[in-house]
């Protein structure tokens, strides 16, 4: 059994494979626990791409997708994680793969996965979002970006300086839906820290609407409504 793991920065990738003695970054021993798991979980989405199963689901705030090899893969049985992460407001893809194949196969699988992301990132017409977002502290409407572009799998960022930051990563389905993982952060007078936990919605064609409260006792609301989905040129 094979368990590799890599990080790519969504804007430059960058990344190794992780060294054989590091711990498996999946949580679990073999390929059929991980989909049993999934399958238990209510809150998971199931979507068949290709043969592939995919599955988008969260861990630990973080929005994750599962990808699990049809019958007849060369490394099948096995599962690649994706997982989109912001960092000091960078956007980062990590991938973890877990594979009961011949090595060669497993490692493979992995290249695959990380040549198809350089592919995206090097991609002269990258897919992009086109959200309406705005704030609002305590039921006054304070801030509002209109027609944004959000380019997929890349962390886009709205300021409100000295207050808080939104950062939006959409990703598209195969039938041109839009999964949004929003974080929001506040800023406690030095430095912007996270304020609860990251949401993973898909608006539709309709808007999605998000209240938090701040360490002071203010409510924040959001409202987020993915317009379009296109190349850009």
Same mark, same amino acid.
């Given at each position: 059994?094979?368990?590799?793991?890599?990080?790519?920065?969504?804007?430059?990738?960058?990344?190794?494979?992780?060294?054989?003695?590091?711990?498996?970054?999946?949580?679990? *021993?073999?390929?059929?626990?991980?989909?049993?798991?999934?399958?238990?979980?209510?809150?998971?989405?199931?979507?068949?791409?290709?043969?592939?199963?995919?599955?988008?689901?969260? @861990?630990?705030?973080?929005?994750?997708?599962?990808?699990?090899?049809?019958?007849?893969?060369?490394?099948?049985? =096995?599962?690649?994680?994706? $997982? =989109?992460?912001?960092?000091?407001?960078?956007?980062?893809?990590?991938?973890? *793969?877990?594979?009961?194949?011949?090595?060669?196969?497993?490692?493979? %699988?992995?290249?695959?996965?990380?040549?198809?992301?350089?592919?995206?990132?090097?991609?002269?017409?990258?897919?992009?979002?086109?959200?309406?977002?705005?704030? *609002?502290?305590?039921?006054?409407?304070?801030?509002?970006?209109?027609?944004? %572009?959000?380019?997929?799998?890349?962390?886009? @960022?709205?300021?409100? #300086?000295?207050?808080?930051?939104?950062?939006?990563?959409? #990703?598209?389905?195969?039938?041109?839906?839009?999964?949004?993982?929003?974080?929001?952060?506040?800023?406690?007078? =030095?430095?912007?820290?996270?304020?609860?936990?990251?949401?993973?919605?898909?608006?539709? !064609?309709?808007?999605?609407?998000?209240?938090?409260? !701040?360490?002071?006792?203010?409510?924040?609301?959001? !409202?987020?409504?993915? %317009?379009?989905?296109? $190349?850009? @040129?």
């Amino acid at each position: 059994m094979r368990a590799i793991a890599m990080m790519l920065f969504a804007c430059g990738v960058q990344g190794a494979l992780a060294a054989d003695d590091e711990p498996v970054p999946i949580g679990e *021993a073999n390929v059929a626990a991980v989909l049993e798991a999934l399958r238990a979980d209510a809150s998971v989405q199931f979507r068949e791409q290709r043969g592939w199963t995919v599955v988008a689901s969260r @861990e630990g705030g973080e929005p994750a997708e599962w990808f699990f090899t049809p019958e007849g893969h060369a490394a099948h049985p =096995a599962v690649v994680k994706r $997982t =989109a992460i912001e960092r000091d407001g960078v956007g980062m893809i990590d991938l973890a *793969a877990l594979c009961h194949a011949e090595q060669a196969a497993c490692d493979r %699988l992995l290249d695959d996965f990380r040549q198809q992301h350089e592919l995206e990132q090097a991609a002269a017409r990258p897919e992009r979002v086109t959200l309406n977002v705005s704030i *609002a502290l305590d039921d006054h409407e304070r801030l509002r970006v209109e027609r944004m %572009l959000a380019e997929e799998g890349m962390a886009a @960022e709205i300021r409100f #300086t000295d207050v808080l930051k939104m950062v939006i990563v959409p #990703t598209l389905g195969d039938d041109g839906s839009v999964l949004l993982w929003t974080a929001v952060y506040e800023f406690d007078g =030095a430095d912007y820290v996270p304020l609860g936990e990251p949401q993973l919605a898909n608006p539709g !064609s309709g808007t999605i609407t998000l209240e938090m409260a !701040s360490t002071s006792g203010s409510r924040f609301g959001f !409202s987020l409504a993915s %317009l379009v989905a296109r $190349t850009a @040129e």
